[in-house]
């Protein structure tokens, strides 16, 4: 699992944010992404390199999830980032 080079996470008062980095001055909002708390826990882990294993067992400890729980929220998400253009598998 390896993220795509050109988006960030980024917290705006409350609420997290998917930004696309690109040149210019330009914001283009249909590039920003809105994601919770969980989405951004997950993001924050794929940043560091995180193996699909590593990343269930961050998941259950951070959520108190069984493995299978965590397991298919972590197949879920990266599903959407991989269909996003944000990750690669």
Do not use: C, H, P, W
């Not at 705006?12 to 992404?33: C, E, M, P, W």
């Not at 708390?37 to 959520?63: C, H, P, R, S």
């Not at 493995?67 to 879920?76: K, L, V």
């Amino acid at each position: 699992m390896k993220l795509n080079g050109k988006y960030r996470l980024r917290k705006v008062g409350d609420t997290y944010i998917v930004v696309k980095l690109g040149g210019g001055t330009a914001v283009n909002f249909s590039q920003l992404i809105t994601v919770n708390d969980t989405g951004a826990f997950i993001f924050k882990q794929l940043e560091n390199g995180t193996t699909m294993d590593e990343l269930v067992a961050a998941i259950m400890g951070e959520y108190e999830i069984d493995e299978a729980g965590a397991r298919e929220a972590a197949e879920t998400y990266i599903t959407k980032l991989v269909d996003l253009g944000i990750a690669e598998r």
